[in-house]
């Protein structure tokens, strides 16, 4: 069954809970959809008066914070070997190259690797556990943490919100055509998006290659 059509099939209340449980346990460092399970949200909260936005952002800004700062607080205490485990568990997202590549973030950026990447699915499992292993200063962590959690939780369910509003009006107004003018523009760009992850990917393993050799 598809996220959405599932999602209504359950009452507002479990909704919100289902939204902050996920991205939380998401941000805690456990591959989940978390960003699947808000867009899918908030576009059925446009679509049906029952779910507040309001609430629903309120929900995934909570769930992406408090997983952030258990990440945090688990990856400090448990260190590199805790990344070790994880990529004996998860290698396909634990990997040494994605470890790699988000050390390295880090390492450019600082604190601001936290709040950018809460946009960055990659960066959103590794954030708050890289940045405990790391020792970053907890202050530096919060504060990161706090605004990118808002700005991103808060800002995708009202994009998502208002845009399925517009579609739906529109799509009223253009039925079939519209319909299949949104679907061209969906399967194009997930094949944009597609062949720019795999450039990103091929980038990736080089460095860690360039990386490997230089040791």
């Known amino acids: 069954m598809h ?5 209504e099939t359950i009452p507002a209340v479990s909704i919100y809970a289902l939204v902050g449980l996920v991205i939380g346990l998401e941000s805690l460092g456990i ?9 899918s949200a908030a576009l059925l909260a446009s679509q049906h008066g029952e779910i507040d936005p309001f609430v629903l952002g309120a929900c995934a800004s909570a769930g992406a914070i408090i997983g952030d700062s258990i990440g945090y607080a688990i990856g400090r205490k448990g260190g590199r070997p805790l990344l070790a485990w994880l990529g004996g568990k998860f290698p396909r997202h634990f990997g ?3 470890i790699a590549t988000a050390e390295r973030s880090f390492e ?3 604190m601001w690797a936290v709040f950018f990447g809460r946009f960055v699915a990659l960066l959103r499992i590794f954030a708050g556990p890289l940045a405990g292993v790391l020792r970053m200063p907890y202050w530096k962590f919060l504060i990161a943490n706090v605004l990118g959690g808002i700005v991103w939780a ?3 369910t009202a994009v998502i919100y208002y845009l399925g509003i517009v579609a739906e009006s529109w799509l009223k107004r253009f039925s079939w055509l519209g319909l299949v003018l949104a679907v061209l523009f969906g399967v194009t760009s ?3 998006l597609k062949r720019k992850a795999k ?11 360039r990386d490997v050799e230089v040791v």
């Not at 996220?3 to 999602?7: A, G, R, T, Y």
């Not at 450039?199 to 290659?209: H, I, L, S, Y």
């Open 3 to 7: 996220v959405q059509e599932w999602l």
């Open 190 to 192: 997930m094949l944009v």
């Open 108 to 110: 450019k950026w600082g």
């Open 31 to 39: 591959p989940l959809p978390g960003e699947i399970i808000l867009v």
């Open 199 to 209: 450039k990103a990917q091929g980038a990736v393993a080089r460095d860690v290659e």
């Open 154 to 156: 808060g800002g995708t």
């Open 96 to 98: 040494e190259g994605h």
